[in-house]
């Protein structure tokens, strides 16, 4: 008899230029050279509903309420959760999320001023209890930010607001990483690409280890 085992779910953190989507194809090659099914995906986005949605939220002609995003957001989440990332953990594939709802904590939180309260009702009726099994934040100043981001293209709805702004989700990030610091893992993200990619290694392998002694089969 084959006991099909749950997949794990790893969401990558970080304000903009902070290494996630760099950082985030190596974790993929590393565990599928273990043998597993790995989906990459991101937020907000990656269903057909959600990605236009993500459309309407980085639009930076689309004014919007503070809560309209936050309910936008959850509105890609339950799509993302529903579409992508629950099927595939049932059929024991791993699955890797270009951010999460730490995001909206940072972001619609942190940034906008959204009450954490507010944020929390949305999450448990989206994910009803459901959490990442790994976070890996990546922490970078504003400045290293908007120096690795600048110029690379145009700026979206977030990316136009000011510095005040990120150092507001920094710091709910940063704030968040305390409040759980088992599942949230820092990774000074303003080293060289090298130096941040062996901290993340360190990370995904201590994660690993830790998955195999507790008896995780593939
Ligand atoms: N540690 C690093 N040192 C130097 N450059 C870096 C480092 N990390 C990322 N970069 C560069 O910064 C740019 C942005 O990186 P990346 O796209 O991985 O960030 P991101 O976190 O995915 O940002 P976004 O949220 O905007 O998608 C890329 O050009 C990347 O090569
Ligand atoms: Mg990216």
Same mark, same amino acid.
């Given at each position: 008899?084959?006991? !099909?085992?749950?997949?794990?779910?790893?969401?990558? @953190?970080?304000?903009?230029?902070?290494?996630?989507?760099?950082?985030?194809?190596?974790?993929?090659?590393?565990?599928?050279?273990?043998?597993?099914?790995?989906?990459? %995906?991101?937020? &907000?986005?990656? %269903? #057909?509903?959600?990605? $236009?949605?993500?459309?309407?939220?980085?639009?930076?002609?689309? #004014?919007?309420?503070?809560?309209?995003?936050?309910?936008?957001?959850? #509105?890609?989440?339950?799509?993302?959760?529903?579409?992508?990332? !629950?099927?595939?953990? =049932?059929?024991?594939?791993?699955?890797?999320?270009?951010?999460? %709802?730490?995001?909206?904590?940072?972001? $619609?939180?942190?940034?906008?001023?959204? &009450?954490?309260?507010?944020? @929390?009702?949305? @999450?448990?009726? /989206? $994910?009803?209890?459901?959490?990442?099994?790994?976070? /890996?934040?990546?922490?970078? &100043?504003?400045?290293?930010?908007?120096?690795? /981001?600048?110029?690379?293209?145009? +700026?979206?709805?977030? =990316?136009?607001?000011?510095?005040?702004?990120?150092?507001?989700?920094?710091? +709910?990030? !940063?704030?968040?990483?305390?409040?759980?610091? =088992?599942?949230?893992?820092?990774?000074?993200?303003?080293?060289?690409? =090298?130096?941040?990619? %062996?901290?993340?290694?360190?990370?995904?392998?201590?994660?690993?280890?830790?998955?195999?002694?507790?008896?995780?089969?593939?």
């Amino acid at each position: 008899m084959i006991i !099909l085992q749950r997949g794990k779910f790893i969401t990558f @953190e970080g304000i903009d230029g902070a290494g996630k989507s760099t950082h985030l194809a190596w974790l993929a090659s590393f565990l599928r050279d273990k043998g597993l099914e790995v989906i990459v %995906t991101r937020e &907000p986005g990656s %269903t #057909a509903l959600g990605e $236009q949605l993500r459309q309407l939220l980085l639009d930076h002609r689309q #004014a919007m309420h503070a809560e309209t995003e936050t309910l936008l957001m959850f #509105a890609a989440r339950r799509e993302h959760l529903d579409k992508v990332i !629950l099927p595939a953990l =049932e059929r024991g594939a791993w699955v890797i999320s270009d951010r999460f %709802t730490d995001a909206s904590f940072a972001y $619609q939180g942190g940034g906008r001023g959204v &009450p954490s309260a507010r944020l @929390e009702i949305l @999450e448990q009726w /989206v $994910q009803k209890g459901f959490s990442p099994d790994l976070t /890996v934040y990546f922490d970078v &100043p504003v400045t290293i930010s908007r120096q690795r /981001v600048q110029s690379a293209r145009t +700026a979206d709805r977030f =990316e136009l607001e000011p510095d005040l702004f990120f150092e507001r989700v920094r710091q +709910a990030y !940063l704030q968040r990483a305390k409040q759980f610091s =088992e599942r949230i893992r820092v990774v000074d993200g303003s080293l060289s690409l =090298e130096e941040v990619r %062996t901290a993340m290694v360190e990370v995904v392998e201590k994660f690993w280890s830790a998955q195999a002694s507790s008896g995780y089969r593939m």
